[in-house]
């Protein structure tokens, strides 16, 4: 793809430190990021934000959703989870947010982290209109790409849209006798949009308007999966396939107008399908970043979806995902609390760490060897460091910190027991 | 094998409601048993014991460990953890105690459950020593033999023996430049005995002696592994292979004596070699139940290693594993305690539930569907009902329960937005 000036612009001044974080040449960066398999998350207007690469061969990275709800309106209650979220080793936030005032929120947000914030902006085209007393549906194109185009110039850095939620692929809905229909809320409302206007989803039809406004503020679009499966016995069937086949006849045309894309992928996957799904997807959208979704790989662990999500995860960054959205035990229940997100994440990185050692990626290997090597020498500090969860670890620790065994074996452990011999 | 007596009247009992839990045909049980597919875990001796059966095609089973350590000595703190584990799901516990008076936490928790409960025989034979002022290793052949037979007459289920801790592969283990060397308590107890006494293991070399005794009391033998990996990169070296070599051959000499014997697997495997390793034990020792503890598909997560195991568990059950060891939040760092225990129990739980969704196992099957219905009809009951942890759904739920969507959506609800339309 052509990059955009504002990209070329930010691979001049961020380059050398992204190859450093990254341990990556600088010419594999700027390959990767010409031929779309990678995106450099960084929106100028987002004062003293973090560029964040996505995409293959860049190291898997993780993002936390948050966001008001509208029964639980609190800013601040959110700000401290965005905290936790950067506390627990988060990569990237969204403020998904659905009540008080979005612009106000968003902004609190952007101001308070370095880390690239994405958004959806139908949700507060939406909540505009549910507080003018209409049906969230009944949003406008214009009212829609405004929103879009306000958010931009605020300093969002990713924005999810919904654009390959089509006429089509509602009508595939319909037919394919799906067990629970639209789970994404952004496409559950395109989908009734359309149905009540008779329209097109203006986000498929006037993607160039889209297009434009995202070249001009390095706004990477993540093409968002309306038509993912909602339970694993819906995965992979023809709405879920049509929406990706214009996605990427979509993520082709943002290539060539020099707009980064990602591709989010689903969603409910039961464990034998992650890898087709995960591998077919990359294919068809040649080789643009996947960010996904867990995916879950049972529907019967709500309060643990967490660790469903887990599962899919690592095996779905094996495959190749790129970059995972974390789910929290609050998934499918409530709106997450900070014990929540921060379980979240580190769920998350455990998927991340474990698909990157399977495929070998230098930094991970090193970590899981060293904290191997600290653990052969019982040396806890050293252990606490390399963790993934450092403060975890010394606080599991703290009864015993003065011992060289752990408080379960004792003189029993097995570490021990041939050291001193 | 020809089975022995005790377990050919426990299948005249029990073998009606065994194929009713299952959903299996009674002739697939008995066939499966004859050929030491499966084993039926019950020791008449256990009073009331829920006689469970483990290996292809009965569903996965998770154990708990439990029991007191040097420095947590409480017994009644154990059988919480006990009750915990239970109303968690679990299938199986094992009493892992080295604190306080053995014998009694044994018979006390024996009392305490219906689960068939396992032990390490030779922790007691070791605490022994510790207590008369020797070293933990300094035990003999009679006196873990005579642990054995008490143990098995008090009505313990099944044990875990290092039979193929040898000294062939013990040398294996020091030439091989494992990071990690022996991390198995019983493993390195047995190590070091040989080492200072020069002698074989007499589990290995006196294994009549052990069938002798398991056949009497239809006490099932868990062949353990204690020459399993304790880091990633260890997985998979000589000492490891060797041993399950030796187990394959001790599996066929149990068969011979009419012993059943379920097989002990890894451990640390990383994520890219779980399938083979599954896959690689299980045809080595001729289909045997495997009894896997994680596998942990990466170090680094000290603090979450029962999600880091659910991730490996989920796996090795899709390819073949039969039960999972748990893993708890503790592990690595302390004695877990009555939370730990629930959540462990649950995130194994999970990783079977996914496997076995992976599999078409009809009940597994049935149940993600069922609360996929449930959730496409909003039916917040039955969500409850069929979750893994319906109490937890409940919990996260309590907030909100009058209200037909979740805290975390509102009237952005996405099943609903194209409900009511």
């Given at each position: 793809?052509?990059t955009?000036?504002?990209l ?6 961020h ?11 600088e ?5 990767a ?14 004062k ?5 690469l996505?995409?293959?061969?860049a190291?898997v990275?993780v993002?936390?959703?948050i ?25 990237a ?8 005032d ?5 902004k ?11 958004t ?35 300093g ?6 919904h ?11 319909d037919?394919?006798?799906?067990m ?6 952004g ?32 706004l ?15 995965a992979g ?7 990706v ?8 045309r943002?290539?060539?107008a020099g ?9 409910h ?33 709500p ?10 995860g ?5 495959f190749?995902a ?13 709106l997450?609390d900070?014990?929540?997100?921060y379980?979240?994440v ?7 760490q ?5 495929l070998g990626r ?8 060293d ?5 052969a020498d ?6 606490a460091?390399l ?35």
């Open positions: 793809m052509p955009n000036p504002i070329e612009q930010l691979l001049n001044e380059l050398p430190a992204l190859a450093k974080t990254e341990a990556l040449e010419s594999v960066i700027t390959e990021i010409k031929n779309g398999t990678m995106v450099l998350l960084a929106n100028p207007a987002h003293n934000v973090q560029p964040t996505i995409g293959q061969p190291s990275k993002n936390a959703n966001g008001t709800s509208p029964f639980v309106e609190e800013p601040s209650r959110e700000i401290k989870k965005l905290h936790l979220a950067e506390a627990a080793g988060a990569h936030v969204m403020d998904l947010s659905t009540g008080g979005l612009d106000t929120i968003r609190e947000m952007l101001a308070a982290t370095r880390l690239p914030l994405g959806v902006p139908l949700y507060g085209c939406a909540q505009r209109r549910v507080k003018a007393g209409a049906h969230a549906a009944s949003f406008t194109a214009d009212g829609l790409f405004e929103e879009i185009e306000n958010q931009a110039k605020q969002v850095d990713f924005i999810t849209v654009c390959g939620v089509t006429r089509r692929a509602s009508q595939l809905i037919s394919a006798d799906r629970l229909g639209v789970v994404s809320r496409g559950s409302m395109t989908v009734r949009y359309m149905k009540e206007t008779g329209n097109e989803n203006p986000l498929y039809e006037q993607y160039d308007r889209l297009l434009e406004i995202s070249a001009k503020h390095n990477t679009l993540s093409l968002g999966d309306g038509m993912r499966p909602g339970a694993g016995v819906d069937d023809t709405a879920q396939w049509d929406e086949v214009t996605l990427a006849e979509l993520t082709r943002a290539w060539d707009v980064q894309v990602m591709i989010e992928g689903p969603g996957v039961p464990l034998h399908l992650v890898q087709a799904q995960i591998q077919g997807i990359k294919q068809l959208c040649m080789g643009a970043p996947l960010y996904v979704l867990g995916p879950l790989v049972t529907d019967s662990a309060g643990y979806d967490h660790i469903a999500g887990a599962i899919g690592a095996l779905a960054a094996w190749g790129d970059f995972l959205c974390y789910l929290t035990p609050a998934e499918h229940l409530t997450p900070g014990k929540d997100v379980a979240g580190m769920a998350s990185r455990i998927a991340a474990a698909a990157e050692n399977a230098p930094l991970a290997v090193a970590r899981d060897l904290i191997s090597q600290a653990r019982l040396d806890w500090n050293k252990m460091d963790a993934l969860d450092p403060p975890m670890v010394r606080h599991r620790r703290e009864d015993h910190k003065d011992r060289e065994e752990c408080a379960m074996c004792g003189e029993f452990c097995a570490v021990k027991m041939l050291k001193d011999f």
